[in-house]
């Protein structure tokens, strides 16, 4: 029977002797746990932040747009022909089934002005149900009315960029500004929503669509709309709304069975989960790659121990002339090669939370640290040592006791 405890004792004390031999060849298993946890750190917080940016956009969205034009055969792109109308967007809301919420929309860059001060930005004109399915807030003042839209007023609803560019510290309800050479009435404004990719989701204006129509932007048909952003009461009810918004265009627009859609559905939950499926494989790929270190750790473990069994060799003779057997000399080395292994894998996790929580302060970034890769790695550093330590623990113990006792 194997004396556990002995062996144990016996093998800290030969890494005792050798303390800088021990710490260096603990050091690529330090590297590679604490890239391991760094990169996974780093890879869950970007899929929670692109998790917390799809849903600031809306969930459950369906986007129509207005078909393609064509010139001289070449298609110039979804939405650059007129097709979709404020009664497109009616119907859709009385007829399809599964619909929570129906938005149609209007928008272009404008320039805005306040005093002195201007701005580029996107002026959108919308109606009340698109700041509800799109996740807006309002910060300050109050949002559209049915009376906006009705009598087509000049009220402005702005984001926290606008209001930051055009009038700093100043509080803007209430202030007139120009959108265009048009005077619009600031009545709200919006809580802030961040970047989403390089795209601010604060650098925008709501206005309501009937005025959008009617001064700013001007149709080339009466109540045309660009887009309609329609939310479905669930995730299920998806496909559902999608089938009939489809039969409801077709028969409104007249389009016969050989006749393509002049319109296109987008659904924003297909959109998110290819971009959840990116990010997530981008984390696994940056968690195999410093995997790498890992083993590159393991390879240099197993060195040093075949260097120790040959250092070792006259130990290991008179160990065994006085007793201990092959499967105590695998033992002790195995142990060794453990404990280094797993001291390595306990100074990497901490290192690679620490330099992780760093990298999350200096660059203002979202880092996620959780129990399981911390396990994960922690683990995986001690199966190194047990694979990468076997080979020489195994040549130690095949020694010939009385070669060993020779052997200088």
Known sequence: MIDFKSTLKIALNSLKVNKMRSALTSLGIIIGVAAVI????IGSGANKQVQANMESMGSNLLT??????RTGGVSMGMGTKPTLNIKDADAIKKMARGVELVAPMLSSSKQVMYGNQNWSTTVYGVTRPYLTAKNYEIKQGRPFTKDDDKNSAKVAIIG????????????SIGKTIRVGNVPFKVIGTLKSKGQMGPMDQDDLIFIPITTAQKKVFGVDFPGSVSQIIVKASSLEDTEIAINDIKEILRKRHHLGKAQPNDFEIRNSAEFQERMKSTVQTFAILLASIASVSLVVGGIGIMNIMLVSVTERTKEIGIRMAIGAR???IQMQFLIEALILSLLGGLIGVITGIVIALLIGALFETNIVISFPPI???????GLVGIGFGYYPAYKASLLNPIDALRYE
């Open 326 to 328: 092959a499967v105590d």
């Open 38 to 41: 760094i990169m996974l750190a």
């Open 64 to 69: 129509i747009r207005s078909a393609s034009a």
């Open 160 to 171: 926290s960029t606008v209001e930051l560019e055009l009038f700093g510290d100043l509080n």
């Open 375 to 381: 396990l994960l790695a922690f683990g995986f550093s």
